[in-house]
């Protein structure tokens, strides 16, 4: 294949971070981009050249008849999946049987079920499918998986995993849809993957404490999730916040030997080492940005004409899935402060412990 030709469908902020990573790829280009909002489309074109003919756009239908397009060109070889969460089977799917790879924003499934339906569709197809899921596609998750595989740390004790931060007012946004929204789904899914990449085993004894937020129609939507648990055996706890007051995004993974903290491990850029009463800070950039590696990786698999990836597997997606359900079951019922569900008084979305 002398060129890979892209398309993109869905025109939001993320598909930008895509098409400026393709910049440089060698042997890849954007070709064509599909949505439902006719100026998001335009302005997106403006910025990453699509010529008028391979913009698809689709109001009345939620973008459908865009994305079908997509879809049926035969001449896009691979698609950036940058849709909602909840839209992501459906059009994963259509792509992988029409002949394209797919590499699809996180989370890429809602529930195990999905995630199945993905990997089914990809494996009956032959069609290439990546779940974006971009600290796997980093120098830093090399390094930490030779370190852990080479056994100078003996076996891992436990992991403890925090991504705290603030999303501020998300009201009429999909971070509060009720089917799609909340933040174990958006940045929670970071620090399950690294805990789906680091331990075997099935994730039993969950634990979870949930704030609520009243979501888009009123209903509960989790703001933030504590989780303790234990996969293959091995404690973990994860603390994820989107109301927070303090920013902390970090994986602490502790061994018989030592420990390994990986500072912004959603973008992981270093990590440290602490081992023998010593502490060593492992400077391991990433190469052009945070998209770069896993776009990258996907135009190498596509050129190998792999149907899979040795990184982000589709078991690794299945398995990302189920612990997110089996945290999702472990959720208390849930209330929200206040007589009424949505914003109070004062116009702010009350929130429960």
């Known amino acids: 294949m002398s060129e890979i030709r892209w398309g993109v469908m869905g025109a939001g902020t993320i598909a930008y971070r895509f098409a400026d990573a393709l910049e440089h790829v060698d042997g890849a280009r954007l070709v064509a981009v599909s949505g439902r909002n006719a100026a998001r489309v335009a302005a997106f074109a403006e910025r990453h050249p699509v ?14 008849a ?13 698609v950036y999946l940058a849709l909602p969460h909840g839209l992501h089977a459906e059009w994963a799917c259509k792509l992988l049987h029409a002949g394209k790879a797919v590499l699809c924003e996180k989370p890429a499934a809602l529930s195990e079920d999905e995630a199945l339906r993905i990997a089914t569709a990809a494996r009956d197809s032959g069609s290439l499918f990546v779940e974006a899921m971009k600290p796997r596609f980093t120098p830093v998750r090399e390094h930490v998986k030779r370190l852990l595989d080479g056994g100078e740390l003996g ?34 899914c970071y620090g399950v993957a690294w805990v789906e990449d680091l331990l075997a085993g099935e994730i039993e ?9 009243a979501g888009n129609d009123g209903s509960a939507v989790d703001i933030a999730d504590e989780v303790h648990a234990s996969v293959g055996g091995v404690p973990v706890h ?26 912004m491990f959603h973008r992981p850029s270093s990590l440290v080492l602490r081992r023998d009463g010593v502490e060593e800070v492992l400077d391991l950039p990433l190469e052009v940005d ?12 596509i050129r190998a004409g792999a149907s899979e990836s040795p990184v ?8 990302c899935a189920r612990i997110i359900d089996a945290i999702r079951g472990g959720w208390p019922d849930p209330v929200l402060c206040g007589e009424h569900a949505g914003a109070d008084g004062d116009g702010e979305v009350p929130t429960c412990g």
């Open 66 to 78: 865009a994305h079908e397009r997509l879809v049926s060109d035969a001449d896009v070889d691979a």
């Open 238 to 263: 994860l603390d994820f916040a989107g109301d927070s007051e303090e920013y902390r995004v970090q994986c602490a993974v502790r061994c018989e030997r030592g420990d390994i903290v990986i500072p």
């Open 290 to 301: 945070d998209f770069y590696g896993e776009v990258a990786h996907v135009c190498e698999l």
């Open 312 to 319: 982000m597997p589709l078991d690794a997606t299945v398995r």
């Open 51 to 64: 010529a008028p003919g391979r913009c698809y756009v689709s109001g009345g239908d939620g973008g459908a």
């Open 205 to 213: 004894d969950v634990h979870a404490r949930v704030r609520w937020v």
């Open 155 to 188: 076996r891992i004790v436990s992991i403890d995993v925090a991504h705290r931060l603030a999303y501020g007012d998300q009201r009429g946004r999909y971070l509060l849809d009720p089917v799609q929204g909340g933040t174990l789904y958006d940045l929670g």
